[in-house]
């Protein structure tokens, strides 16, 4: 099974500055998949990074970046230059390879709001 | 840019009454998964669908709930007999394979009062 936990339920970020969202998680699976995933208020869920467990280098994605920690068992979500677009609930997420049919694990969520 | 559709966006539904949520995946996608969100809480896994069948589900997933995709096409969730604790957003969503990212619908909201 496996966990994925949020601590942080809210942070707040001046427009133009970074932020970095907190995540950590549990598996007993060698071969993970680890998701940040954006809910504006529409509620749509959008995806805004991935990473493969087995990849040592970071993703990154224009002004999304994590900071990926295995051996912590951390996944964190830095977002640079934030703009009011960014404001949103942020979800980190994960899911088992092999055999688990790709089932996404989600944390709490941290609701993110970006001040002009 | 292709995208998952699910319909109706918000539903309204006495208790007790069954209701049906569509959902039509992207055309390649090969796994279909729905999720609830109650509201301020976080997304919850409710079972997957491979190969014209149930591959996993979770403990809410019940009797009260069902799966198909009869036409190769639609992917429904079907509740008999809506309970108030079901008031949720209901996400569906497809994958091409299982470690590939997921394509969320937009989500139906469903209100049972």
């Known amino acids: 099974a496996q966990t994925v936990t949020q601590s942080q339920p809210e942070m707040s970020v001046q427009e133009a500055e970074t932020v970095t969202l907190s995540c950590t998680y549990d598996t007993s699976e060698s071969n993970y998949y680890l998701f940040w995933y954006k809910q504006p208020p529409s509620r749509q869920m959008i995806l805004v990074i991935r990473?493969?467990?087995?990849?040592?280098q970071n993703a990154t994605e224009n002004r999304f970046s994590v900071n990926f920690q295995k051996a912590a068992k951390s996944f964190s979500l830095k977002i640079s230059d934030s703009q009011l677009g960014d404001t949103a609930m942020y979800f980190c997420a994960s899911n088992a390879g092999g055999t688990s049919y790709g089932k996404l694990t989600f944390g709490q969520g941290t609701i993110l709001t970006v001040h002009p | 840019e292709p995208e998952v559709t699910q319909t109706p966006s918000h539903q309204v539904t006495q208790m007790g009454q069954e209701v049906i949520l569509r959902c039509v995946p992207i055309s390649n996608h090969l796994y279909f998964y729905w999720y609830r969100q109650i509201l301020g809480q976080k997304v919850e896994f409710l079972v997957s669908f491979y190969n014209n069948e149930i591959s996993e589900k979770s403990e809410i997933f019940d009797d009260q709930f069902s799966v198909e995709r009869p036409d190769g096409s639609n992917f429904t969730l079907k509740i008999r007999s809506t309970k108030l604790e079901d008031s949720a957003m209901y996400f569906c969503?497809?994958?091409?394979?299982?470690?590939?990212?997921?394509?969320f619908g937009q989500g139906t909201r469903l209100t049972v009062v």
């Open positions: 969503a497809g994958k091409g394979g299982p470690d590939t990212e997921a394509f």
């Open positions: 990473q493969e467990a087995y990849k040592q």
